[in-house]
T-cell receptor, first 117, second 113 residues
Framework: GAVVSQHPSRVICKSGTSVKIECRSL??????MFWYRQFPKQSLMLMAT?????????EQGVEKDKFLINHASLTLSTLTVTSAHPEDSSFYIC?????????????FGPGTRLTVL | AQSVAQPEDQVNVAEGNPLTVKCTYS??????LFWYVQYPNRGLQFLLK??????LVKGSYGFEAEFNKSQTSFHLKKPSALVSDSALYFC???????????FGTGTKLQVIP
């Protein structure tokens, strides 16, 4: 199946710094990618929909100025956690949507564990 | 609006016994239903999906699920559980023609040797 990668897989940062997470679709082009956040022992919560070449669509309650999303190409979306705080520590998962005449499926990345000290 | 319910936080089953992980859904429109498995500190792995056609869907690792429209359910099943099946299982739904996926709260499956 299609592959989606995330980088880094783990990151530890100090409070107040910014962290960028990359999500790449390796063998297909994705006009739409999604960013999820998962707290320990909880489900995935959709944060935002990333659209190539346009602004991201954020879910209710998600601060767009804190979680900056850039979908600059058909294979790359980035999530930047700005001025990170300990409460931003979480598991962030992206997915890329592969849509075409013969395919209609979402593929997930392996996730990024963010720890803010 | 669309929603998914996984009524059991945890399911325990003895190795070799059949397992069932329950899922019910609510959507306006034709549902696309999915099951994913997650191992600790890992992303989601796709198990199976129902889009249309046969109500019984077979997926990876011997798992299957049955779409029941009247009961709006999509329970995950496996005839004989393995210890290695122990993980967190998520049911998910989206409406055909739309990309947004809604996940259930997850069910932890514990297979006891």
């Amino acid at each position: 199946g299609a592959v989606v990668s995330q980088h880094p897989s783990r990151v530890i940062c100090k409070s107040g710094t910014s962290v960028k997470i990359e999500c790449r679709s390796l063998d297909f082009q994705a006009t739409t990618m999604f960013w999820y956040r998962q707290f320990p022992k909880q489900s995935l919560m959709l944060m935002a929909t990333s659209n190539e070449g346009s602004k991201a669509t954020y879910e209710q309650g998600v601060e767009k100025d804190k979680f900056l999303i850039n979908h600059a190409s058909l294979t790359l979306s980035t999530l930047t956690v700005t001025s990170a705080h300990p409460e931003d520590s979480s598991f962030y998962i992206c997915s890329a949507y592969n849509e075409g005449p013969l395919v209609d499926e979402q593929f997930f990345g392996p996730g990024t564990r963010l720890t803010v000290l | 609006a669309q929603s998914v319910a996984q009524p059991e936080d945890q399911v325990n089953v003895a190795e070799g016994n059949p397992l069932t992980v329950k899922c019910t859904y609510s959507v306006s429109g034709n549902p696309y239903l999915f099951w994913y498995v997650q191992y600790p500190n890992r992303g989601l792995q796709f198990l199976l999906k129902y889009i249309t056609g046969d109500n019984l869907v077979k997926g990876s690792y011997g798992f299957e699920a049955e779409f029941n429209k009247s009961q709006t359910s999509f329970h995950l099943k496996k005839p004989s559980a393995l210890v290695s099946d122990s993980a967190l299982y998520f049911c998910a739904v989206r409406v055909g023609g739309y990309q947004k996926v809604t996940f259930g709260t997850g069910t932890k499956l514990q297979v006891i040797p």
